[in-house]
Every structure is written in structure tokens, then in C-alpha cells.
């Protein structure tokens, strides 16, 4: 196997290499890439803007003032239902303490015991406020199915990682980005519009996508 | 396989579908619209866009060797296949060496054009799609009528008498209900998978980066839970930095939904790490299948093609024949050069003829694709396979006598003009001119105006005293 495929690769290299003299590919053209700067906003805007786009994208956002009141709104929404969570030590404001004497799984739970809980629950590495995005860096204690297997996926936010574009962000946090094993951007519930395009939520991912922002 | 004009007879028979796709097309394209005017300096995007694109095929041979490092770097396999058996091949491979069983998919329009899903079954495997809109369609044993919207040629009673059916649960036309049913059904067959396979929207050549976009978060879950995740990947499908690929996703989600970004994007860099629940192993397959050779043809601009389907959407040939009738994987506008440049032209030489050329397309395309341009070149290399009729040639003869003759041209007109205003709403009359019937038995016949341009014309200069 190993040598047809270095042959095939051989193959394929060498006609596009042939063909690239060859293609008759539009000119390059002059461009401008001042206009796609992102806009600083100050810190107060950053947090309303998220809040517009998270509203549209029908998001449930809560602001909470300290570390107290994320835990209580936290209690408030988890009820008495099962959460497949972080790992305690990568949720924000001890959010960990909330869980405890609660049905909880972790990522080294069995995945079908993973996908039985009613809540996911996680922190998040980024809030992108001009799109209303999630960003979730997976890796070792952040795994991918807390944001994905239950029908609710409740996301916990410091206000410091809040970024006006995604750029913003890579350009921060580019080495965490580099290493992670997977980054997903997550923008509001789970839909399809594949039948007669009438919009349906939560077709495979979380139908319900609730925030809590803290300090 | 069937004629293309009688795919396209049977496209504008069919009532059902013709509302189905002004429905679906006009909403999307007036959602594209409104995205594209919330965009700042979009235009600018675009062209940059479009640079980047050029800029990655005219060194595509470095770009691949990069990508391939890249890829390595974070621990994924990486494969090349030449053409569609290798492709399959390939696939099967890696799954036979792990003894899986039952696959899972994420939709990817390259495993179509080489028909993947029939060599795996074919190896003994059992293969699920899982975006909505293509588990419909694999259970109906139908094809894809649409980039973006699969199923845009059924009812909701269509699907709900589809899944009563083939599932055995009781019948529902309510798209919420229907897809309960298919989580349901599609969340054990994603924890039954060994293995997962995706196509991918880019590969970011800096960092060895796959990027998937879906609404319904399939793709997350086809690249979580099985421990094999396989990505087929086109070697056209290459960015060169994070920054470039940030701007693609605006431009695409835009362009398909007329969303600001898809619900999920993922963008995966190997396999999970640690106690991580991720796959084990992550294969990049890099397939050819044609593309090389297009790469050095007048279809080269081609090859920038992101799929958003938005040029489907505006094509007034798409509109009224919807994907079927384009009779491969690819429809729309640029179907018609990807099917002739992939598959050569000798048996696709209609599709470039299928266009008016109006130019909408080339308008709403973000990486600006010149269309039309490309549609031209294949019409000019078309072989004219078909000798006209014996009739239809007379009747060109004729025609030209005449029209050669301004005053027998204008006598005939005047003539032709008096007598089908005559014979006005005996369409029963008009639609059965003989010779002309196969145009007139689709179309009403248009009684003309009561006085013709050129009278109006003449009227206009005689006013005008010049
Ligand atoms: S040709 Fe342009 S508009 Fe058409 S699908 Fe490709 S990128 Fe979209």
C-alpha cells in the first residue's frame, strides 16, 4: 500500500505540476485589506453587542454580577438533572461546587453514558461578539461531547474573554489555538431548515443554548 | 443513463418540484441579500477572497507538500489518490484494517462524485448519512437535488409517508416531529460507528487544519464519537493561514444561508488528546479525480469554487429544472463546467448549452467566478453531434431568404402578426402550429402587440422630424 500511494502522490504532483505553468488563471488583483480591521470597541460595548447577537440567534443570556450569583443562576438551571460536564478544575468561578451530590459525568465516562445526560456543561475559551460564537478549545478535561450530546448546553463566560471577531482572538490566543485538538465555534442551538425549509431546532447538537456571563 | 432533455422534460412536468424550487431558491437568495448588506466592505472581501484563492492554485504543488507536513505535524495520516477507485480503495483499506462494520457520514459532495457509498457497501460495510436532508434522501434511494438543501424537490408529506415507511413509526407531515424521528434514529447510529467520514469546506495549508461546517452539528458528531475519522478532502480545497480561512466562513455562510456563520464550524487538528472523547486515529485522504488536468485547462478558475450553491439559486435555468436534470453530483451553473471538466465533455456537452448566460451567477458567486466565460469556452468546443432536421433546415433556408429581403421580411411579419392576433386565445390552435409544437405545447403563444417596433419606430422618427 505504502508504495502505490507514494506513487499516486508522485503522479498527482506531477501534473499539477505541468498544469499549474500552464493554467490560464485569472490576474492577482489589487487589494485592500485595511477596510477588514477590526473596529475596537470599548469593553461595555463588546458585552452588548454579544447580547444583541446571542438574542437573535435565540440564546438564553444571563449577566450575573459575581462569582455568587453564577453559581445560584447556575443552581437554578441545572434542577436536579444529570450534567456531563469539564472537568471541575477547567470550569470558571468554582463552578464545580455546584455539582457536587448531582448525577455527573466526565469524559472518561463511557460515551453512551456521556450521551444519556440532560445538560452539558462547560466553560469557554472565547465569546466572539460580532457573530454571537462560542469558542471551545477541546483537549485533555474540555471535551468536545459536553457542548454536543445533550439537548442543553449551558456555557459559563467570563466577560474578560469576550473579543469583538474572531480574529481578535487567534491573533491573542494563537498558541492555545494551535495545540488544541479541535476548535469549535459554536453559534446558537442546533437547526436545519431541510424541510421545505421550515426551521427545526436541536436536529443532532443541542436544541437550547443557554450562557452565563460573569465579572 | 437518460437523455438530458428528458431529465429536463420530466424537471418541468412535475408541479410539485417547480413550486418546491421557487420557494426554496427565492428565500434564499433574498436572505443572501439582506446577509450581504449587513457586511462591511464585502466587495473588498470578496476580492481578497478571490486573490487568495488564485494565489493557492497557482502553487498548488508547494501548497500540498506543505499541507501534507502540516497534516503529519499533528499526527494525522495522510493519503493521495489519483482518481475515484484509489479514493475508495483507500477507504476501504483503512476500514477493513480496523474490521469496522457500520460507518457514519457527514454530507461531502466529493464522496458522491466518486461514489463511495456504493464501494463500501459493496465491501461488505453499512454506511449512514446523517444530515438531515441526505438521510432522506439515502432512504428514499434518491440523489441530492441541491448543495445546500438536499431535499429541496420533496413535500413534507413526502418525507413523512418516506419515514412511516422505511422506519416503521407512525406518519407525520410535521417537520418537528419528523426530525425527532431522525435524532433518534441517527444518535444510535452515531454511537454504533466505527468509523466516520467527512468531506471538508478547507484545509488550512499553515497549520494542517480540516475545516467542517454544518446548522445540525452531524459533522461534530461523525468527528467525535466513532475512534476513526477519514476526511476526503479535494486538492483544490486549500487555504493558506487561519486569517484567510476566518474570512471564507463569513463569505460562505453568507453566500449559502445567509447566515453571519454556521451554527458549527470545527476546525480539527488530529486526533483527541489524552483521555479526550475523540477519534483515535484521523486519515486525510487527498484526491485528484480530475482536478490536476482542469488545473491546466480553461476551467482552472473553476477550481475556487467554495460550494455555497448561491449561483444555483439565481440561475433561471436552475430555478425551473432543479438538480436532478443536471444528472451528476454537481447542478447549477457551475455543475455544468465541474460535471464536463471532471468527467470530459463527450457525454456532458448539453449542460454549457444549459444557460442563458445572463450573468446572475458570476454576480452572486463570492469568489467572483467567471461563469459565463468558462460556459462559452465549452460551447466553442462542443461538437455539434446533432444535425438539425430535415424541416427545421428547410425552414432556416427559408427564413434567411426572407430576412435577406427587408420588404418580403416586413410584408411576412405584418402578415404573421395580423393572423395570430386573429387566432388570439384559440391557444388550442396556437399551441399545435406544426414544427413549432415543441416549443408551443410548454408555452402559451404570445399574441403580438397591435402595432410592431418597427412601426413604432418609424412613428418616432417621423415625430421627431429627423
Ligand atoms: S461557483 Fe461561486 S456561487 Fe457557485 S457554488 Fe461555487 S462559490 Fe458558490
Redesign the pocket.
Known amino acids: 500500500m505504502e508504495n502505490k500511494l507514494s506513487k499516486s502522490k508522485e503522479v498527482i504532483l506531477t501534473r499539477v505540476r505541468e498544469s499549474q505553468v500552464l493554467a490560464r488563471l485569472p490576474e492577482i488583483m489589487p487589494e485592500s485589506t485595511d477596510g477588514l480591521k477590526s473596529h475596537h470597541q470599548p469593553e461595555s460595548d463588546l458585552l452588548n453587542s454579544l447580547q444583541k447577537e446571542f438574542d437573535l440567534l435565540g440564546v438564553e443570556t444571563y449577566v450575573e454580577k459575581n462569582q455568587k450569583a453564577v453559581c445560584k443562576r447556575l443552581r437554578n438551571l441545572l434542577q436536579d438533572k444529570s450534567v456531563l460536564s469539564w472537568n471541575l478544575d477547567n470550569l470558571p468561578y468554582d463552578a464545580g461546587t455546584v455539582l457536587q451530590s448531582r448525577n455527573v459525568y466526565f469524559e472518561r465516562d463511557d460515551k453512551i453514558i456521556q450521551a444519556s445526560a440532560d445538560i452539558g456543561l462547560t466553560g469557554c475559551d472565547a465569546a466572539i461578539a460580532e457573530t454571537g460564537s462560542l469558542v471551545l478549545l477541546s483537549g485533555e478535561g474540555k471535551p468536545r461531547t459536553a457542548s454536543l450530546l445533550p439537548f442543553e448546553h449551558i456555557a459559563l463566560i467570563r466577560q474578560s474573554d469576550i473579543y469583538f471577531t474572531m480574529s481578535d482572538f487567534f491573533d491573542k490566543k494563537g498558541k492555545e489555538v494551535s495545540q488544541a485538538s479541535c476548535i469549535d465555534i459554536i453559534t446558537g442551538p442546533s437547526r436545519t431548515a431541510d424541510i421545505e425549509l421550515s426551521l427545526t431546532l436541536g436536529v443532532h447538537g443541542p436544541g437550547k443554548v443557554i450562557v452565563v456571563i460573569g465579572p | 443513463m437518460s437523455h438530458f432533455s428528458d431529465r429536463v422534460d420530466k424537471a418541468l412536468a412535475d408541479d410539485n418540484l417547480s413550486e418546491a424550487l421557487k420557494k426554496a431558491t427565492s428565500q434564499l437568495v433574498s436572505r443572501r441579500s439582506t446577509a450581504f448588506s449587513s457586511l462591511e466592505d464585502a466587495e473588498n472581501l470578496r476580492d481578497i477572497a478571490r486573490n487568495t484563492k488564485m494565489k493557492i492554485l497557482h502553487n498548488l504543488e508547494d501548497n500540498l507538500l506543505k499541507f501534507e507536513k502540516s497534516l503529519q505535524k499533528n499526527g494525522s495520516h495522510v493519503h493521495w489518490a489519483k482518481d475515484a477507485e484509489e479514493a475508495n480503495n483507500v477507504v476501504i483499506e483503512i476500514a477493513q484494517k480496523q474490521a469496522v462494520k457500520k460507518i457514519v457520514k457527514s454530507k461531502s459532495m466529493l464522496s458522491e462524485e466518486i461514489h463511495l457509498n456504493t464501494a463500501l457497501i459493496k465491501a461488505g460495510m453499512q454506511v449512514v448519512e446523517t444530515d438531515l436532508g441526505e438521510y432522506i434522501v439515502q432512504l428514499a434511494g434518491d440523489k441530492p437535488s441541491h448543495?445546500i438543501a438536499p431535499i429541496i424537490h420533496m413535500t413534507r408529506e413526502d418525507v413523512g409517508n418516506l419515514m412511516h415507511d422505511r422506519l416503521s413509526v407512525p406518519f407525520s407531515d410535521e417537520p418537528e416531529v419528523l426530525t425527532r424521528i431522525a435524532r433518534r434514529k441517527l444518535r444510535q447510529e452515531f454511537l454504533d460507528a466505527d468509523m466516520g467520514i467527512t468531506g471538508a469546506n478547507f484545509g488550512v495549508v499553515e497549520t494542517g487544519s480540516i475545516c467542517l461546517v454544518t446548522n445540525e452539528g452531524n459533522a461534530r458528531m461523525v468527528t467525535t464519537l466513532p475512534k476513526i475519522h477519514v476526511v476526503l478532502i479535494g486538492i483544490e480545497k486549500l487555504v493558506a493561514t487561519f486569517e484567510d480561512l476566518n474570512r471564507f466562513l463569513k463569505l460562505l455562510a453568507r453566500?449559502?444561508t445567509g447566515q453571519k456563520l454556521s451554527v458549527y464550524t470545527s476546525i480539527i487538528q488530529g486526533p483527541g488528546k489524552g483521555t479526550e472523547t475523540g477519534p483515535e486515529e484521523v486519515h486525510v485522504v487527498l484526491v485528484d479525480n480530475g482536478r490536476s488536468g482542469m488545473l491546466g485547462g480553461d476551467l482552472a478558475e473553476?477550481l475556487?469554487?467554495?460550494?455555497?450553491?448561491?449561483?444555483?439559486n439565481v440561475c433561471p435555468i436552475y430555478k425551473n429544472i432543479g438538480g436532478h436534470a443536471y444528472g451528476d453530483t454537481y447542478a447549477?451553473?457551475?455543475g455544468s463546467i465541474i460535471t464536463p471538466g471532471l468527467r470530459g465533455l463527450a457525454q456532458w456537452h448539453e449542460l454549457p448549452a444549459a444557460s442563458t448566460l445572463c450573468g446572475a451567477?458570476k454576480e452572486?458567486?463570492?469568489?467572483r467566478?467567471d461563469?459565463p466565460k468558462m460556459l462559452l469556452k465549452l460551447r466553442q468546443v462542443t461538437p455539434p453531434k446533432v444535425k438539425a432536421s430535415i424541416s427545421l433546415r428547410m425552414a432556416i433556408k427559408c427564413f434567411a431568404v426572407i430576412a435577406g429581403i427587408p420588404k418580403v421580411y416586413k410584408g411576412f411579419t405584418a402578415f404573421g402578426s395580423r393572423l395570430l392576433r386573429f387566432l388570439g386565445s384559440k391557444s388550442w390552435l396556437t399551441n399545435n402550429i406544426p414544427l413549432l409544437d415543441r416549443w408551443t405545447k410548454v408555452r402559451d403563444f404570445k399574441t403580438p402587440a397591435k402595432k410592431s417596433f418597427q412601426r413604432m419606430w418609424q412613428e418616432k422618427i417621423a415625430k421627431d422630424g429627423k
Request: hydrophobic content about 50%.
Open positions: 448543495i453566500s449559502a473553476s475556487a469554487c467554495i460550494r455555497c450553491g448561491a449561483c444555483l447549477g451553473p457551475i451567477c452572486v458567486c463570492p469568489i467566478i461563469i
